[in-house]
């Protein structure tokens, strides 16, 4: 157990619609990561925040945007979908110093829009 | 930009023989680099890691790898798999950008482990 919770586990949806992604970061972590895992695209990048603020940014469409909060948890908020957003979604953490450099893994979300 | 190729996307073994998953890589500074591994269902967990230091480095269930700057290579080697062994395995680099060190992941490398 890495200590990232990720909710929910499953998404089922329809194209057109808008959903919500949530993580909880390791305990102590302040930033949070997001990636997007699918057959074609491998493992993407979408967007880094580190104690509440964007610090990075990837291959991050305009209708996907995040946002993390006080308490360190962040969402990540998915509109418009499209049948190609079906994707495996992670969140991970790290302290966010400049020594951690290594990640932490959460479960993943696994979208599918229909 | 960095980048990161892993050669063979799927690795069959036999249990008890030896592995190496190749990864290769490319970037213009100092890199860190990460082994990753994905169980079926499961997140990514940290295998090991070069970010300085001694170029063999030892990571968790019997895995080591060796950083080799010339080759610009940081393969993956276990000397007798087990059938637990099945999994994913992700190379990544990541060098320092504006502070943040993200990394770019290499699209994987499945072992498959037959008895």
């Known amino acids: 157990d890495s200590g990232v919770t990720q909710t929910p586990k499953h998404l089922i949806t329809a194209t057109g619609q808008r959903v919500t992604l949530r993580c909880s970061p390791r305990?102590?972590?302040?930033?949070v990561y997001w990636y997007q895992q699918s057959l074609d695209q491998g493992l993407q990048f979408l967007i880094q925040?580190?104690?509440?603020?964007?610090?990075a940014k990837g291959n991050i469409l305009e209708r996907f945007s995040a946002q993390q909060f006080p308490d360190l948890h962040s969402e990540l908020n998915l509109s418009s979908l499209e049948l190609g957003d079906s994707a495996l979604y992670f969140c991970?953490?790290?302290?966010?110093?400049?020594?951690?450099?290594?990640?932490?893994f959460g479960p993943g979300t696994r979208l599918t829009v229909t | 930009a960095q980048s990161v190729t892993q050669l063979d996307s799927q690795v069959p073994v036999f249990e008890e023989a030896p592995v190496e998953l190749r990864c290769n890589y490319s970037s213009s500074v100092s890199v860190y680099l990460f082994w990753y591994v994905q169980y079926p269902n499961q997140g990514l967990q940290l295998l090991l890691k070069y970010l300085s230091g001694s170029t063999l480095v030892k990571g968790i269930n019997g895995f080591e790898a060796e950083f080799n700057k010339s080759q610009t290579s940081f393969h993956l080697r276990k000397p007798s798999v087990h059938i637990s062994d099945t999994a994913e395995y992700f190379c990544?680099?990541?060098?320092?950008?504006?502070?943040?060190?993200?990394?770019?992941f290499g699209r994987g490398t499945s072992l498959i482990v037959h008895p």
């Open positions: 990544a680099v990541s060098t320092s950008s504006g502070g943040s060190y993200i990394p770019t």
């Open positions: 991970a953490s790290s302290a966010g110093t400049a020594k951690s450099y290594e990640q932490y």
């Open positions: 925040y580190y104690n509440g603020e964007e610090r």
């Open positions: 305990s102590g972590d302040l930033s």
